[in-house]
């Protein structure tokens, strides 16, 4: 018993030194938001950009948008990224059920959708860790987007 | 955003190597099939282990699974007079139910997924089981598993509760001379993902000890896991398994090579 509990503590040990090996904090700038990590507006802008570009060359969602005014699809999600994010915007577009429930989305849309955008995430140079905070926000909007 | 659609555990079931996980195989798609394949190799001081099998996942709420395991007694099989490399061999049907939670997209809440499967597992070397005290060579394992991706941490986590009376897994059969009932076991493991393509982790798994003539100890690994694609995973760890048949601290390395859709 006494042996399982060791070898347990060490299991533990070594896993905890691995993480912080890899921890590696974020530059306490003033205002240390997700929103500054991921480059202030600049950034989000051409994220959306970068993003958006992926969207509409994957031949798996690229239809979905084919009836979308692009500019202002854009100019909603860079808006909503600020905002989520916790920089100084305020969404002003529809919500993400009234959006989305017209074009009868399923799972596999949403995976390809993220898929893009880590990708476009990757081609901005924004580090894994601080991707998986803005998807963590994100992910949420399967419950709202996904209605098949 | 996890790395891959499917891992599967040594039981054949979705999950990381010695533990099971409460994902479906295949919960990238909650709108289809899902299917995973394995083939494992783990070498042991005196010991060795292959595993293949394959899982199937419905709608990221059914699972279905099949493993086949080979222990080699290698030449340890002289010293307990049973030839050299003897055999054990043990085949596991398992299914697994999705309860409740998204370990990935409930991002909101605390609350993680849960799963409850079981296990049917047949093990082919009754005569020699029964001689070294164990009451059958068939059993099933009950379990309830859950999980969590804590994706702003870049964490995922599993904790599964099982009802067993598996010796070795069920490799040296089920109940014994000690103990015939079932046991409470659990199962705990932890990765950090590093980046899309690697994962690093730990896992730690306990085990019934049932057997009269020879201890059983619970089991942990120390893993690393590389993601090139969505389809394909490999999984390096180091394993100690503990005491078996009367030889001690079998430790050794894992190594897994999947392929899913
Ligand atoms: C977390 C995931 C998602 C987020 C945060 C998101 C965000 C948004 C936002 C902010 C808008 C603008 C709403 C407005 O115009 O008022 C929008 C519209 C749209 N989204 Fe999404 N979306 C997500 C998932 C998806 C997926 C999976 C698809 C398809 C593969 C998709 C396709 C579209 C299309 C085509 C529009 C424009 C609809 C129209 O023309 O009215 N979205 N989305």
Known sequence: ?148 | MLATGGASQVEGAGGGGLATWAMITGYGSRDGIGANTHFTYVGLSDFSLKSYGFAIGLHDRLELSYARQAFDTEDAGITLGLGQNFKFNQDIYGIKLRLVGDAVHDQDTWLPQISVGVQHKRADRGQVIRLIGGRSDRGTDFYAAASKLFLSESLLVNATLRATKANQFGLLGFGGDRENGYSATYEASAAYLLNKHLALGAEYRTKPDNLSFARENAAYSLFASVFPNKHISMTLAYVDLGDIALHPDQRGIYASLQAGF
């Open chain 1, 1 to 148: 018993m006494y042996d399982a509990m060791s070898k347990a503590v060490l299991v533990v040990a070594v896993f905890v030194v691995a993480v912080m090996v890899n921890f590696r904090p974020a530059p306490a700038l003033a205002g240390d938001t997700l929103y500054t990590a991921l480059g202030g507006n600049e950034g989000i802008v051409r994220l959306v950009d970068k993003a958006t570009e992926e969207f509409l060359a994957d031949p798996r969602i690229s239809n979905t948008f084919a009836d979308t005014n692009i500019a202002r699809f854009k100019e909603k999600l860079a808006e909503q990224f600020c905002e989520l994010s916790g920089g100084p915007c305020v969404y002003s577009g529809q919500d993400m059920h009234a959006a989305h429930k017209g074009l009868k989305l399923r799972s596999r849309d949403f995976s390809a959708l993220v898929e893009n955008l880590q990708v476009a995430m990757g081609k901005c140079d924004i580090p894994f860790s601080t991707q998986n905070k803005l998807l963590a926000l994100l992910a949420p909007m399967h419950r709202d987007v996904v209605t098949q």
